[in-house]
């Protein structure tokens, strides 16, 4: 079965800095996809970003980008010039790609709270 | 409306109470799912429907009990809950098949005190 980790049950960022929130997962699949999710306090869970394990390049919108190791199993996030808006707690979630029962089965870690100070 | 809408947002019941939760999707998507979210524990995935035909049950005690009517509206009908059932319950939607089309969209979740 396939795990999650967040080891940073909080993080803070003073707005315009960069913050960085790890995520590690386990698994023996090749093919799978990986994503981070944000939830504000009014608690609408919106993607942020997804990354295909088959692709090499690391995937970016906007200010937010990751550092996908596949070998090392990380998928660290990275939000640049911090917003206040940015406040909310992320989680880092993982999908395989085969069909099956566990077919469109996301596997949350326990999520990073992120507080931004202005 | 657009996205995932979810009613009720609270909802306060008692244990011999029996109410259900409403979802619906307005993106055309064909996959629809419940996750639970309790403090401090990771989402829990409950259903997976795709096509209206449910693909998994995690496990889920039969005290919740879901139903998809089309590919558009999804319920979790609820009976003798205990208070540990008290949780955020989200529910989200999905394209299958195609790389680009299989990132689940939330709803805003109903907030669920069991008392």
């Known amino acids: 079965a396939q795990t999650v980790t967040q080891s940073q049950p909080e993080m803070s960022v003073q707005e315009a800095e960069t913050v960085t929130l790890s995520c590690t997962y386990d698994?023996?699949?090749?093919?799978?996809?990986l994503f981070w999710y944000k939830q504000p306090p009014s608690r609408q869970m919106i993607l942020v970003i997804r990354q295909e394990a088959y692709k090499q390049q690391n995937a970016t919108e906007n200010r937010f980008s990751v550092n996908f190791q596949k070998a090392a199993k990380s998928f660290s996030l990275k939000i640049s010039d911090s917003q206040l808006g940015d406040a909310a707690m992320y989680f880092c979630a993982y999908r395989s790609a085969r069909d099956g029962t566990s077919y469109g089965k996301l596997t949350f870690g326990q999520g990073t709270i992120l507080t931004v100070h202005p | 409306e657009t996205g995932v809408t979810q009613t009720p947002r609270h909802l306060v019941m008692g244990m011999t109470n029996k109410k259900s939760l409403k979802c619906e999707q307005h993106?055309?998507?064909?996959?629809m799912y419940w996750y639970k979210q309790s403090a401090k524990k990771p989402l829990e995935l409950m259903f997976v429907?795709?096509?209206?035909?449910?693909?998994e049950n995690n496990s889920v005690p039969s005290r919740f009990s879901p139903e998809c009517p089309n590919s558009s509206h999804l319920f979790l009908h609820l009976h003798t809950l205990q208070p540990e059932d008290s949780a955020l319950y989200l529910c989200?939607?999905?394209?299958?098949?195609?790389?680009?089309?299989?990132?689940?969209?939330f709803g805003p979740g109903t907030r669920l005190l069991v008392l």
């Open positions: 429907y795709n096509f209206k035909e449910q693909t």
């Open positions: 698994t023996s699949e090749s093919d799978y996809y």
């Open positions: 989200a939607s999905s394209l299958t098949g195609g790389t680009n089309q299989e990132t689940q969209y």
């Open positions: 993106l055309g998507h064909n996959a």
